[in-house]
């Protein structure tokens, strides 16, 4: 039997003669009309003489060269060569690269799975191609906001991304414990985003808030407490290596702005500060700023 030649989105291949009971092709990077260097080569063998179906399965197997093997590009001729055995020589099963895989099978209902899933006609890529484009093109700079959901800070960070639509997360106390929720369910019955640490009080929390989080925006009106969780938080961020910065509220907007600008797209953000009552305005502050930065995307 010898087949068509055959053309991927990046290879073509050039069929070869192997005799009776087998079907190959040179694989080479490029098109049928424009192509060049011979890069691998792919066949089919366990055929019947006249290339149709025997009792068995047939064996698809290949040989690349260097350049080929790191390129990314070989599961293309694969494909395109199962195409063949599947929908044009009529085959129900396949044994997939005996000297690479072993024993590795493929059936006729596996490949019809497959191909459904992850259909690769050119207007389907093209389309999936320009979906990611449009995903790089709009990547948040804050994916998620993250806090420990106590009042003051924490809680006007989780206030100020949910009236913007940006997702929150966050590790709490066993029972959602916070200063205003001392019984269970606490504020998780407000925010069941969060989830419940294993140890009683603050300390894990808030260890485990800035160890999840890329970077931790710490808002601080009066200032970092001494021996305070404030202060904790951002001696947490300096032993994790985590980014982490301190301000005072709403005048420090540009200098937020400008470090959040430097960091990865599409960061969590942790945000701390103090408790509502140990400094007063705290949420006000908090939520001001939180709400500026997501305002700039």
């Known amino acids: 039997m010898q087949p068509k030649p055959l053309e991927t989105a990046s290879l073509a291949l050039i069929p070869e003669d192997l005799g009776s009971g087998a079907v190959g092709f040179d694989i080479v990077r490029g098109t049928l009309a424009t192509h060049g260097a011979t890069m691998g080569r792919i066949w089919l063998s366990g055929l019947s003489p006249d290339g149709t179906p025997t009792p068995g399965p047939a064996t698809l197997d290949y040989e690349t060269s260097p350049e080929l093997e790191g390129s990314g590009l070989m599961p293309e001729a694969i494909r395109e060569v199962e195409r063949l055995a599947f929908e044009s020589i009529g085959l129900t099963e396949l044994l997939i690269s005996p000297r690479r895989l072993g024993h590795e099978t493929l059936t006729r209902a596996q490949w019809e799975v497959a191909e459904a899933a992850d259909p690769d006609r050119s207007s389907y890529i093209a389309s999936q191609q320009a979906e990611a484009l449009r995903i790089i093109e709009h990547q948040p700079r804050v994916a998620y906001v993250r806090s420990g959901g106590q009042t003051g800070a924490d809680r006007a960070a989780l206030d100020a991304a949910r009236s913007h639509g940006v997702p929150i997360c966050g590790w709490c106390p066993p029972g959602g414990l916070a200063e205003d929720r ?73 200098r937020a702005a400008a470090w959040l600008a430097g960091l990865p797209g599409a960061i969590t953000l942790n945000v701390a500060g103090p408790r509502e009552s140990k400094t007063p305005g705290t949420y006000r502050a908090t939520f001001s700023v939180v709400s500026a930065l997501l305002d700039e995307g």
Not at 204 to 227: C, F
Not at 228 to 254: D, H, N, Q, Y
């Open 182 to 254: 001392p019984t269970a369910p606490g504020l998780l019955e407000d925010y069941p985003e969060l989830r419940e640490g294993a140890s009683q009080g603050y300390v894990e929390r808030t260890a485990w808030n800035v160890r999840d989080s890329h970077a931790t925006l710490v808002v601080a009106p009066a200032g970092l407490q001494p021996r305070s969780g404030t202060e904790m938080t951002v001696r947490f961020a300096a032993s994790l290596r985590r980014p982490c910065l301190v301000i005072s509220g709403p005048k420090e907007l540009g």
